[in-house]
Structure formats: structure tokens, C-alpha cells
């Protein structure tokens, strides 16, 4: 069983559409996080989620919106999607806070 | 701000070859990971290195962590060519234990 799935693991679309990416994650964490990767491999955390709660939102647009219904699943919706959002977008979930995070497989998200 | 550093940032080596990798952080913390990531893959967890002088070692790999010097290794003895991929080093730093990762060192070797 994976421990932290992501859906879609490729995502093509054009500008000005919206789209969502899903993370779930079976490990029993409370603490669940969006992270993008641009093309330099450069990875910076978007959100983080715990208990389903909002506890970190870095100065990412706000087209982008997590919701997070249950412990278990954070989704990252996008709006409105510019050619700059063409990234690798990882979910990862850690037991709590300041614990060793564990990641899915990404999402490459290409807008054209 | 916490700001991490690693270097080099690309690394081509010899199999049987030593070599070390540092991760340098801007403010204090006291946990800090090492992560591996294979192309077009995820982020394997390595190493966590919880307190000064902490000390790792799995397989050809060994992270140490300096907190006084804000400064962390990862050493690769005798490389091998599986151990090819990017590195990245990971600090905890500020009120809501953020994660800053360091830009990742692509570590190639060679037969």
C-alpha cells in the first residue's frame, strides 16, 4: 500500500482552466503538506495542515486553495492556471509537527 | 529568515571515490534531514539528525550535524553508481517548524 498517494501524476492543461490535485495519506499522521518543485529542482513548501487545520501558508497566490476534509486527505485546487505553475507539486504527511516528513510521488502539472 | 546552503551543487565522482557534501543554515535549529531523490521520482528520507552532534551511517552514506557551527555532512565513501541522484538537505527552523530544503546537490557517478 503507498503511504502518501497523490492523483493525477501528470497534469496537462491550458491556461485560464482549474484544476485539483489529491493527496491521501494512510500513515496515520496529523500533519499533511503541499510543496511545489520548479524546474531547477528548488523545492519550497506551499501549506501545511494539521489536524486539519491551516498552519502554514507561504505567499503563494491565492489561486491556489488546500482543503483539507479529513485528516488523511489535503487537495491543492488551483485557479485561473498560468504558464508559471508548471512545476512538480509533492504531497507529504509527518506524524506531527517537527517530525520527518514523508512524500508522494508528485504531481508534474504542465500548463500550455 | 532561514536560509540553507548546500554545496557543492553538482558533484561528478569516481566509483570507490570519497566525497562530502555540506548543508550550512542561517539560524538555529536543532533537527535537520537528508533527503534522496531519483529523476522523476520522490524524496526518499535518509537520514534525521535530531541534536548536535548527531552521527548517521547507512551503508556508504554517514550524515553528521554541528548545531554550534550550523553545519551538516553527508559523507559517501566508496561510491558506488547507485548512489547517483540529487541530494537534498532539509533544516527546521521558526515558530511553525518549517521546512527549508537547501537547492539539492546532483551527485553523478562515474564507472
Known amino acids: 500500500d503507498t503511504a502518501v498517494s497523490q492523483t493525477p501524476k501528470y497534469l496537462v492543461t491550458q491556461m485560464g482552466n482549474d484544476k485539483s490535485i489529491k493527496c491521501e495519506q494512510n500513515l496515520g499522521h496529523d500533519t499533511m503538506y503541499w510543496y511545489k518543485q520548479d524546474s531547477k529542482k528548488f523545492l519550497k513548501i506551499m501549506f501545511s495542515?494539521?489536524?486539519?487545520?491551516?498552519?502554514i501558508n507561504e505567499t503563494v497566490p491565492n489561486r491556489f486553495s488546500p482543503k483539507s476534509p479529513d485528516k488523511a486527505h489535503l487537495n491543492l485546487h488551483i485557479n485561473s492556471l498560468e504558464l508559471g505553475d508548471s512545476a512538480v507539486y509533492f504531497c507529504?504527511?509527518?506524524?506531527?509537527?517537527?517530525?520527518?516528513?514523508?512524500f508522494g510521488q508528485g504531481t508534474r502539472l504542465t500548463v500550455v | 529568515e532561514l536560509k540553507v546552503e548546500q554545496n557543492p551543487l553538482f558533484l561528478s565522482m569516481q566509483e570507490g571515490k570519497n566525497y562530502t557534501i555540506y548543508c550550512n543554515y542561517s539560524t538555529t535549529s536543532d533537527r535537520l534531514y537528508w533527503y534522496r531523490q531519483d529523476p522523476g521520482k520522490s524524496l526518499e528520507s535518509l537520514f534525521v539528525l535530531l541534536s548536535n552532534g548527531a552521527v548517521k551511517q547507512e551503508g556508504r552514506l554517514m550524515a553528521s550535524l554541528d548545531t554550534k557551527a550550523r553545519l551538516s555532512t553527508l559523507h559517501i565513501t566508496a561510491a558506488v553508481h547507485d548512489l547517483s541522484a540529487t541530494y537534498f538537505c532539509?533544516?527546521?527552523?521558526?515558530?511553525?517548524?518549517?521546512?527549508?530544503f537547501g537547492k539539492g546537490t546532483l551527485l553523478t557517478v562515474n564507472p
Open positions: 532539509a533544516v527546521e527552523g521558526g515558530s511553525n517548524y518549517k521546512l527549508t
Open positions: 495542515y494539521n489536524n486539519k487545520e491551516l498552519i
Open positions: 507529504a504527511s509527518s506524524l506531527t509537527w517537527a517530525t520527518e516528513a514523508f
